[in-house]
């Protein structure tokens, strides 16, 4: 029996969010249906309105940061049940594909797709439609839907004991920034820490460099609100631009600059990646986690590149194994060395979606929460 569910879709890019009831086709083979219970708000689905992302099927259901309770499983779902209490990650990983079979799980080839909307394993296949008309699904899960359906890839099993509102966090924003640091940055004990843009990314950012060890995070944002969010988190210094930050990491390095740049804006301008390489020091990195127009980028200088042997990194979900680490990042809450609470700025409905977009360019949240 299909379900029928509220669901916030986009019909086109630029474009905006409206409410509409759509059919959700029941389970298939290694696929699960949940019921929704929040969705975080990232920058990433707002991108669809503003066209600075383009998705390949219109209409498209947003949201891809979410937690739920399962309502129906599909044949072939091992270890899921109805009851369960699930987040989704952004990507997917299947375990069996040759990324995830070299340990790159977040790499995943299930993750093609993504922008397609459909299953997986198949461009022409998809569970929601809107009075016939197929719909694609965010990252083929789509958190802004009552209810919603995904293929096993994408959800893990959580603690009952976890409040849902927090845990939707940890399907995007929290791995990407933390593992944008952490790992795919490489923070050690003792670092100057460079966190250029303070959104739900920035200051997740902020808080793995500050647990890895690092000595000094200099959190660079122009608004005044998230730079004291930023000292919550963990910065040690703030500023409201790059030239201020990368001097201020030159004055405590004998001149040499910052061990690692995070460049965490909600929208990459061409010239962001240039300036963050500019802070670093010889053999520093700099790590490019954010989406803009996906235009080219400033050209980088070889110089730096080879002879100051500066490196370049991009990552997504912070290059984090979202079956391993999105388990051990709810570990962390719950032992108290990981915020999650603290991120969520303002609660929404689903109806609000466009309305919780206005406030981020205001520049009021972090991250702006739908509960359903
Ligand atoms: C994005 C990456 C492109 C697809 C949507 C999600 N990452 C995080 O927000
Ligand atoms: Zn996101």
Same mark, same amino acid.
């Given at each position: ?13 630029? %474009? ?69 209490? +699930? ?64 293929? +096993? ?80 988190? %963990? ?100 032992? %108290? ?36």
């Amino acid at each position: 029996m299909p379900t029928t569910t509220r669901a916030s879709i986009i019909r086109q890019s630029p %474009g905006e969010y409206e409410t509409v009831t759509l059919e959700l086709d029941d389970p298939k083979k290694g696929e699960v249906q949940v019921k929704m219970a929040a969705s975080g708000l990232c920058h990433s689905d707002d991108h669809l309105q503003t066209g600075d992302l383009q998705v390949m099927t219109y209409p498209f259901c947003g949201g891809h940061e979410g937690s739920g309770v399962i309502t129906k499983v599909g044949p072939d779902t091992p270890g899921f049940e109805v009851g369960d209490h +699930v987040v989704f990650s952004f990507v997917p990983s299947c375990g069996q594909c040759s990324a995830c079979r070299r340990g790159d799980f977040n790499l995943c080839d299930k993750g093609a797709l993504l922008l397609v909307g459909s299953r997986a394993d198949d461009a022409e296949d998809f569970r929601m439609k809107l009075d016939g008309q197929n719909v694609g699904q965010m990252c083929g899960i789509s958190t802004f839907s009552e209810y919603t359906t995904a293929d +096993v890839a994408s959800v893990i099993k959580i603690d009952k004991d976890i409040p849902l509102k927090s845990a939707a966090l940890v399907g995007c924003g929290v791995p990407t920034g933390f593992g944008t640091a952490v790992k795919a940055g490489g923070v050690k004990p003792g670092d100057v820490v460079i966190v250029m843009g303070i959104g739900g990314i920035g200051i997740n950012a902020v808080q793995g460099a500050a647990h890895a060890g690092a000595t000094r995070v200099i959190a660079v944002d122009p608004t005044p609100f998230k730079r004291e969010m930023a000292q919550e988190f %963990g910065a040690t210094d703030v500023f409201e631009n790059m030239e201020q930050a990368t001097e201020f990491a030159q004055s405590i390095t004998e001149g040499q600059g910052a061990d690692v740049a995070l460049v965490t804006v909600g929208v990459l301008e061409a010239d962001h990646p240039a300036q963050a390489l500019a802070s670093i020091r010889k053999g520093g990195t700099v790590v490019v986690t954010g989406l803009g127009k996906m235009t080219e980028l400033t050209p980088i200088s070889a110089f730096d590149l080879t002879l100051m042997q500066k490196r370049l990194q991009g990552a997504i979900i912070g290059a984090q194994s979202p079956h391993s680490d999105i388990p051990k990042l709810l570990r962390m809450y719950q032992a %108290g060395q990981l915020k999650l609470d603290e991120l969520i700025t303002k609660e929404y409905t689903l109806d609000q979606v466009t309305e919780a977009y206005e406030d981020m360019h205001e520049g009021k949240n972090i991250r702006g929460v739908i509960v359903f």
